[in-house]
């Protein structure tokens, strides 16, 4: 699947998007390294603080599933329908995508591809811990 296919199926994610608050939605499409594709959407709540990302959506439905090695994901976030605007995902959602993936993880935004690197270059991990 190329980053561009990848992309289009987290704009695609996102009209499924729970977003009556904000009225932003967010798509997220995850590729597994066999291929197998995760999709999710942010699911927002009148309780503000329990809103969940797509981003993390995607990859705690891949985890439910038992697949934790993950290659790339796209992001997809707009509140007109527009999606030519990047949509860089949070830190709580890499710090999430961190645990699972690498240096070189692939995340994918509608102005191109970036490293996981790009956006957490140090964080916690289980290593600190050590
Ligand atoms: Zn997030």
Do not use: H, W
Request: glycine letters at 8%; one cysteine or more.
């Amino acid at each position: 699947m190329t980053n561009d296919e990848l992309f289009r199926e987290a704009v695609k994610a996102s009209e499924r998007a729970y977003s009556k608050y904000s009225g932003f939605s967010v798509g997220a499409a995850l590729l597994t390294d066999d291929e197998k594709l995760y999709t999710g959407c942010n699911i927002e709540n009148s309780s503000y603080s329990l809103t969940n990302c797509a981003e993390r959506t995607a990859v705690f439905k891949a985890v439910s599933d038992g697949c934790t090695k993950f290659r790339a994901i796209a992001v997809a976030g707009s509140g007109s329908g527009d999606f030519s605007k990047p949509c860089f995902p949070c830190g709580a959602c890499l710090q999430v995508l961190s645990e699972f993936c690498g240096d070189e993880f692939t995340v994918v935004l509608s102005d191109g591809a970036y490293k996981l690197s790009d956006f957490l270059p140090m964080r916690f991990s289980e290593e600190s811990m050590k």
